[in-house]
Every structure is written in structure tokens, then in C-alpha cells.
């Protein structure tokens, strides 16, 4: 059994900063890549950020380009999600996922594997 675990959640105003963990524990896996979604009361869970390990390659939603950063260390299925100039339009329970399969379109849900229980950020204005 894999476990995705997020943390560092909170409250905070707006154009303030947050960082947000997520670590795997469990059963030993090697990730292919790693993301970050966001579910916001009454809408769909959406993509924010992904990491692919083979290359390096981080990718982002528009809606937080230039303002969230991806990163982690592959080896421990470790990803980070530094959050710069939130706004209150980042509300949501974000959540951090891991696929263990080939690469593929990182922004759809079914693309991972496991998921974490989310971690609650709320941008107050």
C-alpha cells in the first residue's frame, strides 16, 4: 500500500506565501511523475503543476504560472509546491498525486496513480 501524505496547508492573505509538502510512504515505488491539483468548493478538481523526473521538467496551469513553483526529490517521492502571490482565487484543497506509469498527459486526473487526502489552503483578501 502506497501513502501520499500533504502537508502545509493553512490560512493566509492575499499576495502572502505558502509551501506545501507532499512525501510517499508504504510500499516502495519508483514515480514516473509527480503533480499537484486543487479542488475548490463546488467545481472540479483541476491540474496545477507536474514534475517529470526523467527530465526535470515541471509544467503549471496558467492560472499560477510564474507565482507556483514545482520541485522534489525522485528518489524519496518527495514534491514541494512553493506558493508566491496567492490570491483568494487559490482557495481550494490541494492535493498531490503520483504516477507510476509511462509518461502521458499530466493534467488529467486518471494519469495518476495514488493521491493523497488533500491539504486545505485558504487565501483570505
Known amino acids: 500500500q502506497v501513502q501520499l501524505v500533504e502537508s502545509g496547508g493553512g490560512l493566509v492573505q492575499a499576495g502572502g506565501s505558502l509551501r506545501l509538502s507532499c512525501a510517499a510512504s508504504?510500499?516502495?515505488?519508483?514515480?514516473?511523475?509527480m503533480g499537484w491539483f486543487r479542488q475548490a468548493p463546488g467545481k472540479e478538481r483541476e491540474f496545477v503543476a507536474a514534475i517529470r523526473w526523467s527530465r526535470g521538467s515541471t509544467y503549471y496551469a496558467d492560472s499560477v504560472k510564474s507565482r507556483f513553483t514545482i520541485s522534489g526529490d525522485n528518489a524519496k517521492n518527495t514534491v514541494y509546491l512553493q506558493m508566491n502571490s496567492l490570491k483568494p482565487t487559490d482557495t481550494a484543497v490541494y492535493y498531490c498525486?503520483?504516477?507510476?506509469?509511462?509518461?502521458?498527459?499530466?493534467?488529467?486526473?486518471?494519469?495518476?496513480?495514488?493521491w493523497g487526502q488533500g491539504t486545505q489552503v485558504t487565501v483570505s483578501s
Open positions: 498525486a503520483a504516477a507510476r506509469g509511462l509518461w502521458t498527459d499530466y493534467r488529467r486526473r486518471d494519469a495518476y496513480d495514488y
Open positions: 508504504g510500499r516502495t515505488f519508483r514515480s514516473t511523475f
